[in-house]
């Protein structure tokens, strides 16, 4: 059969997602819906505000909402997203949570910073002297955040640290430190949420400990950010932060699942497929591989998750992937034929947003709204 155009484009609208051509990347509408809510009524309960990551979804549409939920901005990983949210008509501050040092990323930057109010993020006087030339070049004050590492060993200075780049980054005419941030990425491989509570603990104490140590030489500093989905439900005023800045909650996947961050009820995205073949009483082969769903064990890896995905409504396992093939393990006995329709829940959501083009969202199992990617594939 000829799928036409109509089934995996615009005109899906209507569509049961049984119709539509696979893979395609489905998105509960509620459930969006609801962990948006529940995320800015969280921040709101908790005397913050939330700055969600962009990363996640890389969709304009989803942003909308969360901005129309009471995010007070957006977090990017990439200038490229930062790019495509102020093109697609997003005109509330964006943070980016990367470091920047070549010319041509600087010159990007602050080229967009007339655009929309940009946050840029440093760790190093190195990386503050080269923001700080580029913004003067430009003829521009930029505004700087400083990244504080909490015990991911990625990015980021020790708490001990950021005084003394703190008063390198104020020393620069053309530069304007307004706050701290910090990723607390360690919490994807914790074990259970008790590990998760605990590392939420630390990474608010490294980040507020550093505010006050910046404080006590008189810097002020207005903001004090720190989460990612699994702390955010654990961190609030109490500790001393200002902001949280979650990213997955909006689709949550088969890792925060496994975190106990959600129930499974709360995951928003999963991936059709279309069984092509049956060549084992105990294995079928779907339309979808790595290309679709990523290598992910989770962000930063975790034991927690058994294969590639959480496999729904029927028993069986995605144990392997091939670039172009997912590889089930189900009982002998299974009646899965060639041409059935199998969802999945990814482990790792953010992957499997930036390798498609668009989500198509769903009310009752059919398609009310298609939903473009506008950052698909932006990782400059």
Sequence with gaps: MTISADRVAPDAIGLDWRELDTPALLVDLDRLEANIDWMAGHAGAGGVVHRPHFKTHKSVAIARRQLGAGAIGITVAKLDEAEALVDGGIDA?????????????????????????????????????????????????????????????????????????????????????????????????????????????????????AAEAVRAIGIPIATVSAGSTPT?????????????????????????????????????????????????????????????????????????????????????????LSEEHGMLDIPAGSPLAIGDRVRIVPNHVCTVSNLARRTYGLRDGIVREVIEIDAAGGVH
Excluded: M, N
């Design 232 to 320: 955010a439900q654990f961190l609030d005023a109490s500790s001393g932060i200002t902001e949280i800045r979650p990213g997955t909650y909006v689709f949550y996947d088969a890792l925060q699942v496994a975190l106990g961050s959600a129930g499974a009820d709360q995951c928003a995205l999963s991936i059709a497929t279309t069984v092509i073949s049956r060549p084992a009483a105990d294995r079928a082969v779907i339309d979808a591989g790595s290309k679709t769903f990523g290598l992910d064990r989770g962000a930063h890896s975790s034991d927690l998750l058994v294969g590639y995905g959480a496999v729904q409504e029927i028993d069986g396992t995605l144990a392997r």
């Design 93 to 209: 501050s964006i943070l980016v949570a990367f470091q920047l040092a070549s010319p041509f990323k600087l010159e990007r930057a602050l080229r967009l910073a007339g655009r929309v109010p940009l946050i840029l993020a440093v760790d190093s006087a190195a990386g503050v002297g080269l923001l700080a030339d580029a913004a003067t070049a430009a003829g521009r004050v930029a505004e700087v955040w400083i990244e504080i590492d909490s015990g991911l060993r990625r990015c980021g200075v020790l708490p001990g640290e950021a005084a003394d780049l703190a008063r390198v980054v104020t020393a620069q005419e053309s530069l304007r430190l307004t706050g701290l941030f910090t990723h607390a990425g360690q919490s994807y491989a914790a074990r259970d949420p008790r590990d998760v509570a605990a590392i939420a603990g630390t990474e608010a104490s490294a980040v507020v400990a």
